[in-house]
């Protein structure tokens, strides 16, 4: 699936623990082996792993040299080969002790670069959380992939995260002065236990303001976000991603599409001690042929979205 710009894949937590780096190192790998060219960036500065994931050193350079616009690397020059002929990285290891506060025009500057070394994909592993940083970057894909885990607190902070998308982007996008002024009054004149639901927020928009409601609504139409449940355990966990696509939709007005789960696997620990990617470690295991679901979900979105 060879094209000129490629497409970009975000990958996200409301918190850590989750997998998050063991989903982005096994996606990448298996879109790879597909035959799509590919780069994944880890882009969590404070917190980079997936070169341990890989079985590789942290590099001399690393992401954090293209968002310093003095350091005067390149996307080539960060980018380093794997053992995965269709698959290269950008390291975010050697990170300063103080993250420095990233701009909007850093992120963007740094995207378009490896955006025309990236081949077919580009996944970007963001830290986990709901700083507005790690929300910018998710938007800066053209889908976002939210994890989660069956636990209670996995869930919920999924749900925070999904909440952070949606006033992220309602604050990106460019509504009339009578919506902003209708918002404004709304949400920050209002006590904070009888702010309305997203979902309500935007109908309440839409009565007000048809014009800005649509134009709002629009902009969230546009959002492309995929959820993925990570280690489950147990059958009832199955249809736990369907159920949580069901509520972002009821209650954040967000389309959340399933792309599957990935079942708990003890083999993905013992490939972490061993510092290698579990398809060279366990090519059997059942979180790989979970991956594979994914990644099919995944490629066939893609066709679709190139045939229409």
Sequence with gaps: MSQTVPHVFAIAGGK?????????????????????????????LGGSNLHTCLGIDPPADSFLDLLDAESGKTAAQVSIPTSEPNLRFVSGANDPLHVPIIKPGQRRRAIDQLREIAGD??????????????????????TGITLTTPEPTSIENAYRFLKAVFYRKLAQTPLNDRAKQFLSNLLYRTGANRLPTPVQLLQTLMDYDPDGGRILADSLASLDIGLVVNQIRIDADRSLAAAMCSASRRYFGLTVHNLGQIRYDDFVWQSLRRRT????????????????GVASRLVERLTKASAA
């Design 16 to 44: 850590g623990g989750i997998g998050k780096s063991f989903v982005s190192v096994h996606l990448s790998v298996a879109l790879a082996r597909r035959g799509l060219k590919t780069l994944l960036v880890d882009c969590d």
């Design 277 to 292: 990617p579990l398809y060279g470690f366990r090519p059997e295991a059942a979180a790989i042929a979970d991956i594979e």
């Design 121 to 142: 994909i580009l996944i970007l592993d963001i830290g986990a959380g709901t700083t507005g940083d790690r929300v910018d970057f998710f938007l800066l894909a053209n």
